[in-house]
Nanobody, 120 residues
Framework: QVQLVESGGDLVQSGGSLSLSCAASGSSFSIYAMGWYRQAPGKQRELVASITSAGRTNYADSVKGRFTISRDNVRNTVSLQMSSLKPEDTAVYYC??????????????WGQGTQVTVSS
């Protein structure tokens, strides 16, 4: 079981920067792949960035070069550094912990979300 708590959401002007943090509690944080998702009003939740237990990262095309995901397996945190923010980045941002076991059992845990609003 993993509990996730996001923080850092705020109102920011277009072109600005913001850093989101997700604190995880529970067991074996380091074995989970971690991700940041977002959901804008009226839209489906989408993957923004992910980082594997080995530290490999993946980004949505819309945020490549602007967002950076990182993890700290000592502090059990995952962060999303966002820069050059655009109004279309406005959404609720969710932290996700994902694990697929050798027996192909899947575990997914979600935080409660944090609001990011980018004004034009």
């Amino acid at each position: 079981q993993v509990q996730l708590v996001e923080s850092g959401g705020d109102l920011v002007q277009s072109g600005g920067s913001l850093s989101l943090s997700c604190a995880a509690s529970g067991s074996s944080f380091s074995i989970y792949a971690m991700g940041w998702y977002r959901q804008a009003p009226g839209k489906q939740r989408e993957l923004v960035a992910s980082i594997t237990s080995a530290g490999r990262t993946n980004y949505a095309d819309s945020v490549k070069g602007r967002f950076t995901i990182s993890r700290d397996n000592v502090r059990n945190t995952v962060s999303l550094q966002m820069s050059s923010l655009k109004p279309e980045d406005t959404a609720v941002y969710y932290c996700n912990a994902h694990l697929t076991t050798l027996m192909h059992t899947t575990f997914d845990y979600w935080g409660q979300g944090t609001q990011v609003t980018v004004s034009s």
